[in-house]
């Protein structure tokens, strides 16, 4: 054999090697981005729950008589802005967002919640407790799909980085994706006081 023929059967050698490598690299990329895009879905599944069970308390308490009306204005304003945020799973400023617009719409429905203990006759509407049963339910739902997502994401992010898939991420412009972050503030200890007499 001639170092010509030596030669083509190391270079067909070596791009049989990296095409091997690339493909498999590329798969592995892919199927991390489905996943995390699969995990996301999850999340917005649940959060699409919590929004569907809001609505249906709201409709009990609207029919509620004399109920205060600017709470329950809050609430459908803060329902209506959560539900029109569209996330870009790659873009952390559109999770940011998103996050934001769920921090209100819980926020104003905690207020929501506050106000109807002072009306005994919602709170003993059978709609009324099977909506706190099952929205405690969906929170725990939507706390373990926002675990899931970061376990996705850190895994695709895990591929992203590591050599020598980060070669091939490059050049098929895989990027990292961000981590669903805990809302600005949830790390202080709440300031609870109990006022009985």
């Not at 990296?18 to 690299?25: E, H, N």
């Not at 799909?145 to 376990?151: E, P, Q, S, V």
């Amino acid at each position: 054999m001639n170092t010509k023929t030596l030669t083509l059967i190391v270079i067909a050698a070596l791009v049989l090697i990296l095409g091997g490598c690339g493909c498999s690299s590329y798969n592995g990329l892919v199927t991390g981005d489905q996943g995390t895009k699969q995990a996301w879905s999850n999340v917005e599944t649940n959060y699409q729950r919590r929004t569907d069970l809001y609505s249906s308390v709201i409709k009990t308490i609207e029919g509620s008589a004399n109920f205060e009306k600017s709470t329950l204005k809050d609430v459908l304003a803060a329902r209506a802005s959560a539900t029109q945020v569209r996330v870009d799973i790659n873009d952390p400023a559109t999770l940011a967002k998103f996050q934001a617009a769920q921090g209100q719409l819980q926020s104003s429905f905690g207020r929501l919640m506050a106000v109807a203990e002072a009306y005994p006759d919602l709170k003993t509407t059978r709609s009324f407790q099977d909506f706190q049963t099952q929205i405690e339910g969906t929170e725990n739902r939507i706390n373990i799909a926002r675990k899931d997502y970061n376990a996705s994401v850190q895994d695709y992010n895990l591929q992203v980085k590591r050599f020598p898939n980060n070669i091939f991420a490059g050049i098929f412009h895989f990027t990292e994706k961000p981590y669903y972050e805990a809302d600005a503030g949830s790390d202080k200890v709440p300031d609870i006081q109990f006022n009985i007499k």
